[in-house]
């Protein structure tokens, strides 16, 4: 049985750095915040994110993107 729900695509990209990151499969119910939180906890591999880890996630801007 097929579900009703609508999954998206969502590709970060991180102003002033070359970072890119792919989310695949994201609930239509998920909020931006419980996604982008996921990518800006601390560790090893997103030393390039730091400023952004850095902030609240209140004070992050998001700009959406729509492909055709």
């Known amino acids: 049985m097929k579900s009703k729900c609508i999954t ?5 990209r991180f ?3 070359n970072v890119v990151l792919l ?3 994201i609930n239509e119910n998920s909020t ?3 996604i982008i939180e996921k990518h ?3 560790g ?3 030393h390039k994110l730091k400023p952004f ?3 609240q996630l209140d004070c ?3 700009f959406i993107r729509k492909y055709p």
């Open 8 to 12: 998206w695509t969502i590709e970060w």
């Open 15 to 17: 102003h002033s750095t």
């Open 23 to 25: 989310d695949h499969g």
């Open 32 to 34: 931006l915040a419980s």
């Open 40 to 42: 800006l906890k601390p």
């Open 44 to 46: 090893p591999w997103n």
């Open 53 to 55: 880890c850095a902030e």
């Open 60 to 62: 992050l801007k998001f």
